[in-house]
């Protein structure tokens, strides 16, 4: 197997190439496989995504809170969870990994010091992610998987079996502080129940038990949100931009606190580093041929639909409650979607392998060299359409409907990112990060 920087001509813009998001144009500059995934990946995303742009956000994970209780939206929602839900975040973190490992092999190739230029560039990215998290749309990503990626870089030189050794225990972490937490709200739950029934006696209660009452209220909104509590956020939602900001600053920053020590230290972390295995293995540069990448996506897909399948009819079967998910009725789900994840790897390789639709892979790989450009434009596009600076559709639309919003974005970007990298070598986002982490404009136009 050839090292990753003898798959093309080394050039200094491969060497700063983002992560997520690899810059340059030149085909002849580039490995297309992970532009392609990347591009896959984008879209993928905002399939999920548009469930928190559109609704509150318990509605994500319960069907049954909002955005139509009939079979059809109750299906909707069905399938993007067996095919969509946390499989296109996982391939993203993979790129992300696989990137450290193609940037860090050229920048060795040449001698070059690579370390203190990636720490600069996911320090930019980092403040990207706060400004996108803050101000624009809470469901950012771009900030966890920055800081991740600044721990996962200290695992590069690792062999590839190592790497998934390390993975494995980092994935079992995530799933078993889940399963832990929803057994810590249950007991809570059951606490808050006793403290109420002392107030319902006329009983004083003190500052401990009262201070619980107080952490259930923002427990409860995720857990056992009613229907008051979805109508308040969407009403917060359909106000004015103050509105919005008062709602979104306490949810973002409990979740990069809390989505750090649990999601991102262990399965974002863990999804990297597959990343790099499955990166110097060769797997992500198309280096393998087209009878192992049909193995691939063919047993993953084997064992992760019937998993699949089977979280979503026990889901159904509990009523989507959260907390019963957690403690266990979600495993089969939590390991479908990894398995999965690798699974549509193995399809979109297979795929470039074969030489199977050229044409829409080549629009894909558009994509995912603007794919900071077409993440951020989903949430500036989205959150005009439902906020109430905007249209103000805020939980007033169907789960089908939603979809017709994704594919019309999923179609224009399609057509966009092509037409603009025709005429110009970064899309606006990637540019700016660019100017900022050399701290230097970028030439833009294809003439430069």
Known sequence: MSSVSEQSEDTRAELDA????????????RIGSLDTLRGVAILGILVMNIYAFAMAFPAYFNPLLWGGSDALNINVWRFTHLFFDQRFLSIFAMLFG???????????????SFTGFYYRRQLWLLLIGAIHAYLIWAGDILFLYALIGMLAYLFRRLKPRTLIIIAVPLILYTLAMNTMYGYVLQDAEAQVEEIIALQEAGEAIDDEQQTLLDDWDDMRLFMRPTLEDIQEETNAYRGSYADILEVRIPFVMGFQIGGTLTFGLGRVLALMLIGMALMKLGILSLQRDAAFYRKMWMICYAVSLPL????????????????????????PFYFASLIMALGHVGLVMWLLKTGR?????????AVGRMALTNYLSHSIIMTTIFYGYG?????????IGQMGFVLALIAFQLWFSSWWLQRYRFGPAEWLWRSLTYWKRQPMRQSA
């Open 357 to 365: 639709l050229q044409g829409w892979l080549a629009r894909f790989a």
């Open 308 to 331: 699949a399948g089977y979280s979503t009819h026990i889901l159904h079967e509990i009523r989507y409650d959260q907390v019963l998910s957690m403690q266990g009725a979600g495993i």
């Open 98 to 112: 696989a990137g450290i490992v193609l940037m860090s092999e050229r920048a060795e190739a040449k001698g070059r």
């Open 391 to 399: 249209l103000g559709l805020f939980g007033s639309v169907e789960r």
């Open 18 to 29: 983002p992560v997520a998001i690899v810059t340059p144009v030149s085909s002849g500059e």
